[in-house]
């Protein structure tokens, strides 16, 4: 075993104590917990990717908008100078 290393026996060792002070139905209540923090995350990200994406569709639609808009205020403009 080289320095740092941590042998399967060690790890045995450290669940038992863990298992010791906590018992079985808290870390059973702990790993749950985590799970659904976890799951909430997932979901608060694939949300927030869902309205960063439909957020950027809608400022394509605004700037295609705004661009006819530019259109038609300078055709109109054209058509005000031709009849002066």
Known sequence: MGMGGISIW???IV???V???FGTKKLRNL???LGG???GFRSTMKDGASAEESSETEGEVSQDSLAESA???DSDADKEN???
């Open 37 to 39: 923090a976890v799951k």
């Open 10 to 12: 060690q790890l045995l």
């Open 19 to 21: 298992l010791l002070l």
């Open 82 to 84: 031709a009849k002066v």
């Open 15 to 17: 669940l038992v104590i």
């Open 31 to 33: 790993g749950t917990d």
């Open 71 to 73: 259109e038609d205020a």
